[in-house]
């Protein structure tokens, strides 16, 4: 049954081609800024907004499934426990990043003389990033060494209030909609006023929550979870039945 998936095959292999691509895109970038190398023409190298959006759709998909799952068998949805695992499987590695980021990459520089600046101190930045804002730190000070780090900073924020809304909702397809919905609006009336979201941090905060990319995800994982296998199937109406 598809209620019952414990591993989704070929999702590594897709995760892999993503990551190539923002690897791609950001060394694209880096050898532009300092004159090393100018390939950003060849539109391989311009993919990394797109595989970033890809790992959004496939992070919504895979929690939306996971809370599909717990929510059918126990009938309810562990809030505290959620949480955990995405503590212990997301900080460790963010924070590592961001002690190599922010106080061993400047030391290193400083020892050894390279001509490097950062965009920014210790001192201007440790809250955006202890409290998973990241993007604000882009935003403020532009192109640096932990960029990559303001999706996590977005994941965690859809994480925060994923799980909640999923155990608030007797019907799991409201809060898809809704976030789909919402994001959609938002994004229509920036459009409309003809906001600069590189000046306004509230556009700027919106345009880039890519939640709509996730949730699109949590429609993937929904109806993947409702449908039966080819061969039980029979004609129904998926979309009421959680």
């Not at 959620?82 to 106080?103: A, E, M, Q, S």
């Not at 390279?114 to 192109?143: C, K, R």
């Not at 977005?154 to 608030?168: G, H, N, R, S």
């Not at 006023?193 to 556009?203: F, H, R």
Request: aromatic share 22%; net charge positive; with cysteine.
């Amino acid at each position: 049954m598809y209620k019952s998936i414990t591993h989704f095959k070929g999702l590594n292999t897709l995760r892999f081609l993503a990551a190539s691509l923002v690897v791609l895109h950001h060394s694209a970038t880096i050898g532009r800024k300092y004159e090393l190398f100018d390939i950003e023409s060849f539109s391989l190298f311009r993919n990394g907004a797109n595989a970033v959006s890809f790992f959004f759709v496939l992070s919504g998909f895979l929690i939306t499934y996971l809370l599909l799952k717990e929510k059918n068998q126990t009938k309810t949805i562990a809030i505290k426990q959620f949480y955990l695992r995405r503590v212990k499987r997301i900080w460790p590695l963010y924070f590592l990043l961001i002690f190599i980021g922010t106080i061993f990459l400047p030391f290193f520089f400083s020892m050894f003389n390279i001509d490097y600046e950062m965009p920014y101190a210790l001192s201007q930045t440790w809250y955006y990033f202890l409290f998973f804002f990241p993007i604000l730190v882009l935003f403020h000070y532009g192109n640096h060494f932990l960029e990559p780090l303001w999706s996590i900073g977005v994941e965690e924020v859809f994480y925060l209030i994923w799980a909640p809304l999923f155990k608030f909702f007797k019907k799991s397809l409201i809060p898809i909609i809704c976030i789909i919905a919402i994001k959609l609006l938002l994004a229509i009336f920036i459009q409309i006023q003809g906001i600069d979201i590189s000046n306004n941090v509230y556009a700027f905060l919106i345009h880039n929550y890519s939640f709509e990319t996730m949730a699109i995800g949590a429609l993937g994982a929904y109806l993947i979870f409702v449908t039966p296998p080819i061969n039980d199937w029979k004609p129904r109406y998926y979309l009421v039945n959680l």
